[in-house]
Nanobody, 126 residues
Framework: VQLQASGGGLVQAGGSLRLSCATS????????MGWFRQAPGKEREFVAG????????IFGDPVKGRFTIPRDNAKNTLTLEMNSLKPEDTAVYSC????????????????????WGQGTLVTVSS
C-alpha cells in the first residue's frame, strides 16, 4: 500500500485546514487508517483513527472536539478536518494504514500500523 498525505500549509490560530490521504495498491475499504503527527523535537503522536467501514473513530485527547476524520470508501479518500487550530498543532502530519485483523476496529498504537505515507507540514501561527 502506498500513501501520500497532502493539504498542509500555514494557517493562523483559530483557523481550519483539511488534509487528504491518497492510497493505492489495495482495496481501500479493507484496512483501518489513522493520522499521526510529529512536532519538532517531540515524538510522533496519535491524532485520529478510523475503522475500515468508517463507523468507528477515536481521537487523541489534544484534538478531541476540534478534528474530524471523514472517510469515503467510494472515493478512496481519507480526510483530516482540523478546526480551531492552535500553535501547538504545528507538526508534520502523516497518514497510515493498519492491516490489523480485528473487524472494524480502530487502532491507536503506532505499532499497529503497517504502512506510512510521507507527511505534510502544518504550521499554525499565533
Amino acid at each position: 500500500v502506498q500513501l501520500q498525505a497532502s493539504g498542509g500549509g500555514l494557517v493562523q490560530a483559530g483557523g481550519s485546514l483539511r488534509l487528504s490521504c491518497a492510497t493505492s495498491g489495495r482495496t481501500f475499504n479493507t484496512y483501518a487508517m489513522g493520522w499521526f503527527r510529529q512536532a519538532p523535537g517531540k515524538e510522533r503522536e496519535f491524532v485520529a483513527g478510523i475503522s475500515r467501514s468508517g463507523r468507528n473513530r477515536i481521537f487523541g485527547d489534544p484534538v478531541k472536539g476540534r478534528f474530524t476524520i471523514p472517510r469515503d470508501n467510494a472515493k478512496n479518500t481519507l480526510t483530516l478536518e482540523m478546526n480551531s487550530l492552535k500553535p501547538e498543532d504545528t507538526a508534520v502530519y502523516s497518514c497510515a494504514v493498519s492491516e490489523g485483523g480485528r473487524w472494524d476496529f480502530v487502532y491507536r498504537r503506532q505499532s499497529d500500523y503497517n504502512y506510512w505515507g510521507q507527511g505534510t507540514l502544518v504550521t499554525v501561527s499565533s
